[in-house]
């Protein structure tokens, strides 16, 4: 039985696993992710011996014949991979699709050294760092710097045993992949939901139609028409590399499979030559470092995101994003795909939903860089040995193929998509089904302000008395307090102040209040305490007095998506010419902006959400990152901006003015609370996406069919 047979064994047995015992499986993941790394263990020192023998074989003048034709080759490839994808984009239906996914935080985007990343300035720290460009330059310097030194012979033979060795452990750890794939897909089957998928059908499907019409057909049928080796051939002789690339997730792990198979295939039909061998050691690790057909289809989920917001998309923006992001994927995709999203001004939050889609296709897109690297290695080496077979007869039954399977593929999924595509739900319905952790205590919401009471200043013992504590809070400030469908009250101070009442041992009561009258409410004792996530600045002091903060709030900007960069730090807003900030019901800030912007004018808001609803000048709000990802989720076109200068605002629970008594107890619980762990809680769940988390136990057989408490 061949290798290959046997990790579709062990995936098919690994998934009825998983779906047997569901999320018990879980941690069977560690096994799979310990069998990659020792499928990792001879990767970069096979590409350092490989790449350094390999060009050290080689005469200047085949080095220079590589460069340019190997280059022409890769280029080729790019060119029929980006026509592809936007013939791809074809298939998304004609529906409109309001964006669903989104995160309640922003996250911090990786910024990528590129001096560190492909110098080689300390190469040991390039490969224990797991930096493959800079180890690759490293080897090609050397390799090329042997060209000219006269004894070089022993070395080679030192570099090809190393090689040898290198390859024979890769090959004994590869015969245990079906035992790791189990493992893996196990544990992928056991805990992957089904919600997830069926709201991004639209890409997933296109995406792996599109990557199993390319593995079998464009690019190997391209390598037999320029080769005349057998289309069938290429196919026998590489499908154990593709099936590991696509099993562990990985095409590092069998580029030692790659070049022997390169080699012994060549050697079939061309014949054996020392030049063709060199050209694999050298092709197929150095292709790894250049945009591979793996990293090339996120463009197709940036055109996706766009058919998602309903942005259309022109040849011309299509032909500018696909090559800008071609050089940006020579980096990090993380990097690539928020840039070429705001390219096309598409809503930032879509990143997320590439992260989580990527579970699901990096297998694929792992099989397609694996198929990248044969089709470099294979092409390229023809190439420069001059055995590439230009038949237009060949070459146009290929075209006119290729362009009869893309078309059919697209004319079958639009019809597919059109008739089983379901709307997503809009974020308005997702908001007004969020729930509170738990309902603590008794609880009565006022929509209305309720008067003055006339009680006085609010106790501890007097709040006891009474049975009830009332709350003043902010109808619409996501994500501390707002209100869902039905008069509901959610969100993170909700639950912090049911938790204060529950410890008090009494019903809590919610009045509405506006923060220009906040010192007249708490005063009259219509309310006893105020939260909104507060900030406790200066100007608020005159209107309350505040505990010790619950929270750390991280400064931020609101701004459009496709101002993000604008905004990114001090240097790009002191640029600006002139713009406009708004704030929120305090004048704190505007001394401050007006002496570090001196081109800002600044505008104050009575309320977070009239930047979102109301007519106005302002380019950006000034605003809390945990409020502003929040609003960033109801408005989808809009982004946060964490400050440059990693500002934090403190937030307090606000009393009335000389409530020393009060005041003296929340600072007092508010520790307690800290010191338990229930802030941070609340903050994962309101502040740090947890909220939007599927929290349902993975369905599965053992569990729901039947039945065993295990």
Request: aromatic share 12%.
């Amino acid at each position: 039985m061949s290798l290959s047979s046997q990790i579709f064994i062990g995936l098919g047995l690994g998934i009825l696993t998983g779906v047997f015992f569901g999320e018990l499986v879980a941690d069977w993941k560690l096994v799979g992710d310990l069998y990659v790394q020792f499928l990792q263990v001879t990767v970069l020192p096979y590409i350092v011996v490989s790449l350094i023998a390999g060009f050290a074989k080689l005469s200047m003048q085949q080095v220079n014949m590589l460069a340019v034709r190997g280059g022409l080759i890769l280029v080729g490839i790019w060119v029929v991979t980006l026509i592809s994808i936007y013939l791809c984009s074809w298939a998304f239906p004609d529906t409109g699709i309001e964006a669903f996914f989104a995160s309640p935080q922003t996250d911090a985007r990786e910024e990528v050294d590129l001096f560190e990343l492909f110098v080689p300035a300390n190469v040991f720290y390039s490969l224990s760092n797991s930096m493959v460009p800079a180890v690759v330059v490293f080897s090609l310097l050397m390799g090329i710097a042997l060209i000219s030194v006269a004894d070089k012979a022993v070395v080679i033979r030192i570099f090809d045993a190393l090689s040898e060795a290198l390859t024979k452990i890769n090959e004994f750890v590869v015969k245990a992949t079906p035992i790791g794939i189990f493992f893996i897909s196990a544990s992928a089957a056991g805990t992957l939901t089904i919600d997830e998928l069926s709201r991004v059908q639209v890409y997933l499907v296109t995406y792996i139609v599109f990557a199993l019409i390319v593995t079998f057909w464009i690019f190997p049928a391209l390598i037999a028409a320029l080769s005349g080796i057998p289309y069938k051939e290429i196919l026998h002789t590489f499908k154990d590399a593709l099936v590991t690339a696509f099993a562990t997730g990985n095409q590092f792990v069998v580029l030692p499979l790659i070049a022997e198979n390169s080699k012994q295939l060549l050697s079939r039909y061309h014949g054996k030559s020392d030049t063709s061998d060199s050209a694999i050691d050298v092709i197929v690790p150095i292709s790894f470092n250049f945009p591979s057909l793996g990293k090339l289809l996120v463009i197709l989920f940036v055109m996706f995101a766009a058919w998602f917001n309903s942005i259309e998309v022109s040849a011309i923006d299509y032909a500018v994003v696909a090559v800008s992001g071609l050089f940006s994927l020579f980096g990090s995709i993380h990097v690539a795909v928020p840039y070429m999203l705001d390219m096309l001004r598409v809503p930032a939050d879509m990143y997320q939903l590439f992260l989580v889609t990527g579970v699901v296709v990096g297998r694929f897109g792992a099989m397609l860089a694996a198929l990248h690297i044969i089709c470099i290695g294979l092409l390229g080496t023809l190439a420069l040995t001059g055995r590439i077979k230009l038949s237009l007869s060949a070459i146009g039954g290929y075209a006119a193929v290729s362009g009869a399977v893309l078309l059919v593929m697209v004319v079958l999924l639009r019809g597919y998509f059109s008739m089983f595509t379901p709307d997503s739900p809009d974020r308005q319905v997702a908001l007004a089904n969020i729930t509170l952790l738990e309902n603590r205590v008794p609880t009565t919401v006022h929509v209305e302000p309720q008067g003055d009471l006339s009680e006085g200043l609010a106790t501890p013992s007097s709040i006891r008395d009474r049975g009830v504590l009332k709350v003043g809070y902010r109808p619409q400030n996501l994500p501390c307090t707002f209100l869902v469908e039905g008069d509901q009250l959610v969100g993170f101070d909700v639950e912090f102040s049911q938790l204060l009442a529950e410890d008090l041992g009494v019903a809590i009561e919610y009045v509405p209040f506006e923060l220009e009258t906040m010192g007249e409410s708490l005063d009259s004792g219509e309310i006893d305490i105020a939260l909104s996530c507060l900030a406790s600045l200066p100007d608020r002091y005159f209107q309350a007095s505040f505990t010790q903060p619950y929270l750390m709030l991280h400064l931020g900007w609101v701004v459009k998506d496709y101002d993000r960069n604008r905004f990114g730090d001090a240097d790009s807003i002191a640029k600006l010419d002139t713009f406009t900030v708004a704030s929120v019901s305090t004048h704190y800030f505007e001394a401050r902006l007006e002496r570090l912007f001196p081109n800002a004018n600044a505008i104050v808001l009575g309320s977070a959400i009239d930047f979102f609803t109301t007519e106005h000048d302002a380019d950006a709000l000034l605003l809390s990152v945990e409020e502003g990802s929040a609003y960033a989720y109801r408005y989808p076109e809009y982004t946060v901006v964490p400050s440059a200068r990693a500002t934090t605002i403190p937030a307090g629970i606000a009393v009335a003015r000389g409530n020393v008594e009060l005041t003296e107890f929340l600072n007092n619980w508010i520790l307690l609370k800290q010191g338990e762990g229930t802030v941070d809680a609340l903050q994962d769940y309101w502040m740090r996406g947890g909220v939007t988390r599927d929290t349902t136990e993975r369905w599965s057989i053992v569990k729901d069919v039947l039945q065993w408490d295990l």
